[in-house]
């Protein structure tokens, strides 16, 4: 498997991925102190086992989401593939579940750069289905293709723990027993989780884009899904 470290520039000239991109406002001069949610997952290395943070963020006085807001929650052993839930109710089962063709190590080393972009691109031309439907993926991490993914039709059972464990969680990030022995650390390591809600924009049928909501009040997003379909 390709290193997939990169600049999120690389590669992203897709006419459909390039009219959802965002300008970050200072983006050149962004700092690594930027971003809770980010943060916490790259340190997962350094958290102790066990460790849970699902009440992360507190109880605000003051909602800081808005209700249509849609959850995402990328999860994974830290010696295997990283798997990554769509959901508009975090009550609900995901109406998008794929496992990326990337380790969820190398994912979080991919985090250092603080500017995620995450882009799957189906070739299906025939437009028969809404875009999330699609099975076939080609996966894309900061511009540089790392594999193909098929779209889960059902949840596999380690899928189903980490979902039924995070069931009405909208954002955190931290440390899951496994579904097996109950315990935090396994031969695959620890099950790791990140969840946040993100800014649905869609551009047409054909492409859409996730914006994570950083809860810090941090400027820009620092983390972005696409999805596009081939024209």
């Not at 849609?70 to 839930?85: D, E, N, Q, S």
């Not at 439907?133 to 039709?153: D, H």
């Amino acid at each position: 498997m390709p290193t997939v470290h990169s600049s999120p520039y690389l590669q992203m000239d897709n006419p459909a991925i390039m009219s959802l991109l965002r300008p970050t406002p200072g983006e050149k001069h962004r700092k690594s102190s930027s971003g809770g949610l980010l943060r916490m997952f790259k340190l997962f290395p350094m958290l102790t086992s066990g460790c849970k943070m699902v009440a992360l963020l507190g109880r605000p006085k003051k909602p800081l989401l808005k209700d249509s807001a849609t959850t995402g929650t990328i999860f994974g052993y830290r010696k295997g593939r990283v798997c990554l839930a769509i959901q508009d109710d975090p009550h609900c089962v995901p109406m998008f579940v794929i496992e990326l063709p990337m380790l969820t190590s190398l994912l979080q080393k991919e985090m250092a750069s603080d500017i995620v972009r995450i882009a799957l691109e189906s070739e299906t031309k025939t437009h028969k289905k809404k875009l999330l439907e699609e099975f076939v993926w080609a996966v894309y991490c900061n511009g540089r293709e790392v594999g193909y993914s098929i779209r889960r039709k059902q949840l596999s059972d380690d899928e189903l723990h980490v979902m039924q464990l995070l069931r009405g969680v909208s954002m955190g990030a931290g440390v899951l027993p496994s579904p097996n022995d109950k315990e935090t650390v396994t031969s695959d390591g620890e099950l790791t989780y990140m969840g946040a809600r993100f800014e649905k924009v869609v551009g047409s049928k054909d492409s859409e884009a996730l914006y994570m909501i950083n809860p810090d009040g941090a400027p820009g997003p620092e983390l972005s899904i696409f999805f596009v379909r081939a024209r």
